[in-house]
T-cell receptor, first 113, second 112 residues
Framework: EPEVTQTPSHQVTQMGQEVILRCVPI?????FYWYRQILGQKVEFLVS????????KSEIFDDQFSVERPDGSNFTLKIRSTKLEDSAMYFC???????????FGQGTRLTVV | KNQVEQSPQSLIILEGKNCTLQ??????????LRWYKQDTGRGPVSLTI???SENTKSNGRYTATLDADTKQSSLHITASQLSDSASYIC???????????WGAGTKLIIKP
């Protein structure tokens, strides 16, 4: 069964460093999303992406964040200069055109120290 | 303000018993409501999606109900199994975009 895959599963980084979280969406999906979940808190929307551009972003998604689809299969989230409060699980999701269901990856646990 | 509230926060039941989780929302305009199951440290997995016109939807031992007038939904789990231990999250979509409004979840623990 096709699935969204995320790498790495866990990343530890020092405050101020740049990190890139990687996602491989389901192959025929064209809508991509990033969410985050701080430990013990609700899942929060970060950004949606379609047709090689951001279609919507939340107030969390400030200038420190960027997304990219560098090739036909990967979808990445970059955090330019990480802060302690960026520590969270980051989930990627994808959806096919006309579908209502988004499929989530297993997440990347980011720990900023 | 668009919000999704869930109750109870946590629930412990014995294996084999039934349970019902509640979700109240103040989201407008309403597009659809979803229930997700999230195992600890894993991504959410969809159980059901319901639109405005749907009152009940089942997925195996999971049955979701929706009352769009009172803006309430419930998730009923029948004959619980140990593997049902997880967080169950109610998520509401305000319109055709995908900025989903997430509830805090109900942490369900099934004990043998």
């Amino acid at each position: 069964e096709p699935e969204v895959t995320q790498t790495p599963s866990h990343q530890v980084t020092q405050m101020g460093q740049e990190v890139i979280l990687r996602c491989v969406p389901i192959s025929n999906h064209l809508y991509f999303y990033w969410y985050r979940q701080i430990l013990g808190q609700k899942v929060e929307f970060l950004v949606s992406f379609y047709n090689n551009e951001i279609s919507e972003k939340s107030e969390i998604f400030d200038d420190q964040f960027s997304v990219e689809r560098p090739d036909g299969s990967n979808f990445t989230l970059k955090i330019r200069s990480t802060k302690l409060e960026d520590s969270a699980m980051y989930f990627c999701a994808s959806r096919e055109t006309g579908g209502t269901e988004a499929f989530f990856g297993q997440g990347t646990r980011l720990t900023v120290v | 303000k668009n919000q999704v509230e869930q109750s109870p926060q946590s629930l412990i039941i014995l294996e084999g018993k039934n349970c019902t989780l509640q979700c109240n929302y103040t989201v407008s305009p309403f597009s659809n409501l979803r229930w997700y199951k999230q195992d600890t440290g894993r991504g959410p997995v969809s159980l059901t999606i319901m639109t405005f016109s749907e009152n009940t939807k089942s997925n195996g031992r999971y049955t979701a109900t929706l009352d769009a007038d009172t803006k309430q939904s419930s998730l009923h789990i029948t004959a619980s199994q140990l593997s049902d231990s997880a967080s169950y999250i109610c998520v509401v979509s305000a319109d055709s975009n995908y900025q989903l409004i997430w509830g805090a979840g109900t942490k369900l623990i099934i004990k043998p």
